[in-house]
C-alpha cells in the first residue's frame, strides 16, 4: 500500500511573474499510521541497535576517550560542510590560525555537536541550532529565526512537473509542531525509523532560509542522545551521507513523488551500521596506537612523565608546534622542543612544514585513523 507523502500545490510568489510548485509534506504521526516493519527492516534494525549497543559500551568506558571524541565529531562537522559544497580540510581546522567562512562553518557545526547535551527536540533548540551553525557566516539572513519568505530552489524557471520546493513559510509553524511532538512520543516507533523520519522531515520542511543542512544532520545524533541510546556525538553519519548524497537525494525524492518511506529508511538504517562500526574500528584502532607508542616511551625513564604529559597533548592537539606544546603544558619551551624532537625521531610526529619560525608538527597515524 502507498504512504500519502504529502501534497505539491502551484502558487504565485509576490513579484514574480511565475508560478511554481511547494510541496507540503504529510504529518509524521499520520505516517506512523500506515508504516508497516517488513522482514528486512526488522533485521537490520536488530543489527543497528546492535552495534550501537558496541559503540556506547566503547565510547562510556574507553579511557582517554574525549580525545577520540574530538576527532570523531570533527571529522563529522568538515563531511556535514562538504555535503553543502563547503570544502574544508580537517587538518586546517585543527590549526584554524585563521578562520575564512569555510573553517568558521567546520568549527560551528564541531561546536553545537559538542554543546548538545540531550534536550527534547523544540523550536527553541532548533533556533539555538542554527545560531552556533551560522553564527558569523551568514551576510543578510536571519540567524536563529525560521523563515518569513517562501524559498525556491530554481527561483529563475519553472516546469509544469510537481517540482520539489520547501512549503511556503505560512506552514512552518504547524509542521514544526507535529516534528516536536513526534520526537518527543515515545514506543510508537523505533528510535532509528524516527530518526530517520525527523532528518528526512526536518530537510523538507526547510525552516531557515539557509543551513538547513547542517542542522539537519545534527538532529540524528541528538534523537540518539536524546533517547539515551548513545551518550556521546560518536557517529560520524555524514560520512555516510556524503559518500551516497547522490543516491539520499534519490530517496527523498522517492518519498516525495511516490511515498517511498521504507526504501529512505532503510538506507538512513544502514549509514547508522556503517557509520558505527567505522566508529568502533576507529575508537579500537586509537586506543591500540596510544598503547603501542607509550609503550616506547616507557623505556625513557627519566623523561617518562614529560613526555606522557606531552602524548595527552597531542592527542587532543594532533597539529600542533612547539609554542603551544610549552604553553598548554607547563613544561619549558627546551624540554618541549627535545620532547618534540625525540617524538619525531620514534615516528610518533611527524614535520608538517619547514618554516623555521612556525614550524608545525602532526601526529599522523592517529590522523589517518579518524580522517579520511
Not at 110 to 129: I, P, S, V
Amino acid at each position: 500500500m502507498r504512504i500519502k507523502s504529502g501534497d505539491f500545490f502551484r502558487y504565485l510568489p509576490q513579484n514574480s511573474k511565475m508560478q511554481h510548485y511547494q510541496f507540503v509534506p504529510i504529518d509524521l504521526c499520520t505516517i506512523m499510521q500506515y508504516l508497516n516493519v517488513d522482514d528486512k527492516l526488522s533485521a537490520m534494525l536488530i543489527h543497528a541497535h546492535r552495534v550501537l549497543g558496541v559503540l556506547e559500551g566503547i565510547s562510556r568506558y574507553m579511557p582517554h576517550m574525549d580525545a577520540f571524541e574530538n576527532m570523531i565529531v570533527l571529522n563529522e562537522a568538515c563531511k556535514s560542510c562538504s555535503i553543502d559544497n563547503i570544502i574544508v580540510d580537517c587538518e586546517e581546522a585543527l590549526v584554524a590560525r585563521e578562520k575564512n567562512s569555510g573553517l568558521r562553518s567546520a568549527l560551528n557545526c564541531y561546536n553545537a555537536t559538542k554543546e548538545y547535551d540531550g534536550q527534547a527536540l523544540t523550536d527553541e533548540l532548533l533556533c539555538n541550532l542554527h545560531r552556533s551553525v551560522m553564527g558569523g557566516i551568514t551576510a543578510g539572513w536571519p540567524v536563529g529565526d525560521f523563515r518569513t519568505e517562501p524559498f525556491l530552489m530554481h527561483p529563475n524557471y519553472s516546469t509544469n512537473t510537481e517540482e520539489y520546493n520547501p512549503p511556503i513559510p505560512e506552514f512552518i509553524p504547524s509542521l514544526l509542531e507535529d516534528l516536536n511532538a513526534f520526537a518527543q512520543t515515545t514506543g510508537k516507533a523505533d528510535v532509528l525509523v524516527k530518526a530517520a523520519l525527523i532528518y528526512y522531515q526536518f530537510e523538507t520542511i526547510h525552516p531557515f532560509q539557509s543551513g538547513n543542512g547542517r542542522v539537519g544532520r545534527l538532529l540524528p545524533i541528538a534523537v540518539l542522545m536524546n533517547e539515551r541510546i548513545l551518550s556521546r556525538p560518536v557517529l560520524s553519519l555524514s560520512d555516510f551521507l556524503y559518500q551516497y548524497n547522490d543516491e539520499c537525494l534519490k530517496y527523498f525524492r522517492g518519498i516525495q513523488h511516490f511515498g517511498e518511506y521504507m526504501e529512505w529508511i532503510k538506507f538512513f538504517v544502514q549509514g547508522v551500521i556503517t557509520s558505527a562500526e567505522n566508529a568502533i574500528d576507529q575508537i579500537v584502532q586509537a586506543y591500540d596506537l596510544r598503547c603501542e607508542n607509550k609503550q616506547k616511551l616507557n623505556s625513557y625513564e627519566k623523561a617518562v612523565k614529560n613526555l606522557s604529559v606531552i602524548y595527552d597533548f597531542i592527542e587532543q592537539n594532533p597539529v600542533l608546534s612547539v609554542k603551544e606544546v610549552a604553553k598548554q603544558t607547563g613544561i619549558s619551551y627546551n624540554t618541549a622542543a627535545k620532547a618534540v624532537e625525540l617524538l619525531v625521531k620514534l615516528k610518533i610526529l611527524y614535520k608538517k612544514n619547514e618554516q623555521t619560525r612556525y614550524k608545525l608538527f602532526c601526529y599522523k597515524e592517529y590522523l589517518d585513523i579518524f580522517i579520511n
